[in-house]
């Protein structure tokens, strides 16, 4: 089947994929947003819909409480031998694994080792034994671009030894060496990685007769004459069909880090993708087109759906299914970004319309809305019969920007996305809404894009929300 790059508009950030049969799955880092560990499906590497998450929560109680840019770090994931395994560092806390018969969940979490400043990590369950490769974070540890390479048990529970460094990128005119992906083919190891950054970087294959070393380099994938920046860290995929593939991300500012598709000819010495070394807008999958999508709508009938995450570990007392609706119980926070409360999703595509309707019946009490969180955010709340637009930042104070009268307890309130800005309306239903300010430009956060989403806040009170619906604007 056709298909054009980004493949997800959707910011899955150092995506790893593997083929099970016919099936493809795919994982991506998601730091402190909760559940963690998405787990996406797809039958042709192009439409993916997810199917849960691994990490129902993160492992450690910090994560009870927004820490932005933290949490888990780029995961890796495989199957061995009947069980799917994820392997993910919280560069704080340590490397762990999640394990499953089922991809869809449960999700079994065990921490491997207690180590701080690993980040990376990407297992082999080779014939001579179970080994892991990772990388290193610099604002931890103040080592980045080098790789090791430890032994883990036989289960691939435990670290057996002080690992082996493998690959020093200062040794190669390498800067920011990260993202390793180990694998076996045609009885030689193979390390693919970026390298260089990730706005302005390029995709290394290292290779060797030896799991230790020495291992030779090449550059296999650069932004070239191609739109693409900084093409990163991504998964090798043979598809089963005779051709291979190389899922990466790039860096789109505002909306995140989407995954991109190239194809890889490996009949020389060393891997091809692309167009000789260069991104390629579109292709053939040459795979059956099996239709899959993303929910863009949600009036949850039944649980809340898996696009949605929390800013931390979530409460139960946050929140009661209406089946169908959502109430929101009010939570006391000091401002939107400390607010593990606040529910988001991933952006779903570039410019679309995001309608939200809820009812707050003790205005006095408490305040809802919406609005897009980053770095610096942009958000309207419905407190006190009045609309209130607010702008602030995870480093910056919030404040007021103005505010209109509004006597219902019930509104609808459109977030207006377009071109990495956005801008809000307001009403009691989508007939004659009234802007409320200008457009806002959105910013990403710690490592993540900005996420639409909404909440409630006060001492007491709830608001209830009906619906969501996202409309893409074309």
């Not at 540890?141 to 030894?161: K, Q, T």
């Not at 190239?262 to 087109?289: A, F, I, N």
């Not at 909440?455 to 009906?466: K, L, M, Q, S």
């Amino acid at each position: 089947m056709r298909y054009r790059n980004p493949v997800l508009y959707m910011d899955l950030s150092d995506p790893d994929v593997i083929r099970v049969g016919e099936d493809f799955y795919m994982t991506a880092s998601s730091f402190t947003c909760v559940p963690g560990l998405p787990v996406l499906h797809s039958r042709d590497l192009v439409h993916w819909e997810i199917i849960g998450h691994a990490a129902d929560r993160l492992p450690h109680p910090r994560y009870d409480h927004p820490a932005h840019g933290c949490g888990i770090w780029a995961p890796s994931i495989r199957w061995h031998r009947g069980l799917f395994y994820i392997y993910a560092c919280m560069p704080d806390e340590g490397l762990y694994a999640w394990t499953s018969e089922n991809p869809a969940g449960p999700w079994q979490c065990r921490l491997v080792k207690a180590v701080t400043g690993w980040i990376d990590p990407c297992p082999l369950f080779g014939e001579d034994g179970v080994w892991l490769i990772h990388g290193f974070a610099a604002s931890r540890v103040g080592i980045n671009n080098v790789l090791y390479i430890h032994r883990l048990s036989d289960d691939g529970m435990s670290v057996l030894d002080k690992g082996r460094r493998v690959y020093d990128g200062a040794e190669h005119g390498d800067v920011t060496v990260e993202g390793p992906k180990l694998y076996r083919r045609n009885g030689s190891y193979w390390i693919l990685c970026p390298a260089g950054g990730v706005r302005h970087g390029y995709q290394l294959a290292l290779r060797s007769g030896s799991l230790f070393g020495p291992y030779e380099r090449k550059v296999v994938l650069e932004q070239g004459s191609s739109p693409v920046n900084g093409p990163h860290q991504g998964a090798w995929i043979n598809d089963g069909q005779g051709k291979d593939w190389f899922i990466h991300f790039q860096d789109v500012g505002a909306y995140g880090r989407v995954p991109h598709l190239q194809p890889v000819d490996w009949s020389g010495e060393w891997p091809v993708m692309g167009d000789r070394g260069t991104p390629v807008p579109e292709g053939d999958t040459g795979l059956p087109d099996c239709p899959l999508s993303i929910p863009c709508a949600d009036t949850f009938e039944q649980e809340i759906g898996p696009v949605w995450q929390w800013q931390a570990n979530p409460d139960p007392s946050w929140y009661t299914l209406l089946r169908p609706g959502l109430r929101l119980h009010a939570v006391p926070a000091d401002r939107l970004s400390e607010a593990g409360h606040f529910l988001s999703r991933l952006m779903p595509c570039r410019n679309f319309d995001m309608d939200v309707r809820f009812s707050v019946p003790q205005l006095e009490l408490a305040g809802a809305g919406a609005g897009v969180m980053g770095s610096a955010y942009t958000f309207v709340v419905l407190k006190g019969r009045r609309v209130r637009l607010v702008r602030g930042g995870t480093e910056e104070p919030e404040q007021e920007i103005l505010s209109r009268p509004f006597e219902k307890a019930e509104l609808l309130l459109r977030l207006q996305i377009r071109d990495g800005y956005v801008s809000f309306l307001f009403g009691s239903d989508d007939r004659g809404l009234s802007p409320l300010g200008e457009a806002f430009p959105m910013a990403p956060g710690g490592w993540t894009g900005a996420r639409p989403g909404f909440f409630c806040t006060g001492p007491e009170g709830y608001a209830d929300v009906h619906s969501v619906r996202i409309t893409e604007y074309r």
